[in-house]
């Protein structure tokens, strides 16, 4: 039977400021498999990286447990878990070259010199500076000190990686790059991956699955896919990607759908989604209560008014023409204003602020949440 590679296991932090008790991390439990990516995203002071501290040992859970490959690691020290950390900031030694930033670890572990030149050497070509062996830090770019602090630490050969905003001291442009490459090599190398980010795009891009977290609980855990298509509350629908939410009264309510009444037109029948925290029997969706539609604005289409009885009826407050699709800005009977994305084709219509409208929405790809 094969061991996960990391498993946390209702996992708690307690830290007392001000005289008051903090819980920055309420009963986390996650199985990591072998070779996965996983990315912690979430607001700042969500506890993802207060998490991240506690797997690596910076940090003691007040309560829970947290195993390696099968092993207790709660109380076990930083340097005998057998871990590497990428930091915000590199840390790279300025006085040393790069071969020598990052052999020492090695050299400290007592590695015979042979073995750490073919090592190091092997790292270096890993990231792509197989050149730069007797250059130092500040002959070096952004991009490149950041490879070298990588390779600084996959040359340990860790069972776990973990990283905590390593692209954040990074251009827009070369953290793409970036995390194209450092997906690339974890995956090469099958290394075990804990990523903490607080920007989507680089969790919807780089992980296996996504961990959200808001206010030191998980919000819900799934395949980037599954995240966005089927988000498990309004906080995750609202955090990742763009997402309008539209408060509407429920008219009637079926096995796995409800239908709402729409401002000043028909109803309007979509699927409901059953958040997993939730007991089975627990009825979330009641006829006269509210509930929330999650809709993304790439997938709304925008028609000529009158709106037939399935369609919302809209006013459009402005438009952008921005190259690839016009984003558009519109407000419903309701007063709600949501944005709309429509991508331009020679010849389109494109409506002007004040223009009356009908939404239409992909029922497929439109859904409910509780509010």
């Known amino acids: 039977m094969n061991k996960s590679a990391l498993e946390l296991i209702g996992v708690s932090k307690l830290f007392q400021k001000d005289g008051e008790s903090v819980l920055a991390v309420d009963a986390v439990g996650l199985t990591v498999k072998e070779g996965e990516l996983v990315t912690f995203l979430g607001p700042s002071g969500c506890g993802k990286t207060t998490t991240l501290r506690m797997v690596a040992g910076f940090e003691l859970p007040t309560s829970g447990r947290i195993t390696i490959k099968g092993k207790d690691m709660t109380n076990v020290p930083v340097n005998k878990r057998g871990i590497g950390f990428m930091f915000q900031t590199y840390a ?75 692209l954040s001291n990074l251009d827009a442009k070369l953290r793409i790059h970036m995390r194209t490459e450092i997906r690339k090599i974890q995956q090469d190398l099958g290394i075990t991956c804990l990523y903490v980010t607080h920007d989507q795009s680089e969790a919807l ?11 030191g609980r998980i919000e819900q855990i799934g395949t980037p896919f599954e995240i966005y298509s089927n988000p498990q509350s309004v906080f995750v629908a609202d955090f990742i990607g763009q997402a309008n939410i539209i408060r509407l009264k429920i008219t009637a309510v079926g096995s796995d759908t409800i239908s709402v009444q729409i401002p000043q037109g028909g109803v309007f029948t979509a699927r409901a989604l059953r958040p997993e925290r939730l007991k089975k029997q627990e009825a979330i969706y009641k006829v006269g209560a509210e509930a929330s539609l999650i809709i993304r604005p790439e997938q709304i289409q925008l028609g000529p008014a009158p709106a037939k009885e399935d369609q919302f009826p809209a006013i459009v407050e402005s438009a952008m023409f921005v190259g690839s699709h016009i984003e558009y800005f519109v407000k419903l009977p309701n007063d709600s204003v949501i ?5 331009y084709q020679t010849g389109m219509h494109i409506f002007s602020a004040g223009d009356d409208v009908e939404l239409s929405f992909d029922v497929a790809s439109a859904v409910f949440l509780p509010n």
């Open 205 to 215: 891009t780089m992980a296996d699955r996504i961990v959200i977290m808001n206010k």
């Open 339 to 343: 944005k709309a994305l429509v991508p």
């Open 92 to 166: 790279l030694f300025p006085h040393m070259s790069v071969y020598n930033n990052v052999a020492y670890g090695l050299k400290a572990r007592g590695e015979k010199d042979r073995e750490i030149k073919t090592k190091v050497r092997e790292a270096l070509r890993l990231v792509g500076l197989e050149k730069t062996e007797h250059r130092f830090p500040n002959q070096l770019s952004g991009g490149e000190q950041q490879r070298v602090a990588l390779a600084r630490v996959i040359v340990m050969e860790p069972s776990l990686l973990l990283m905590d905003e390593p």
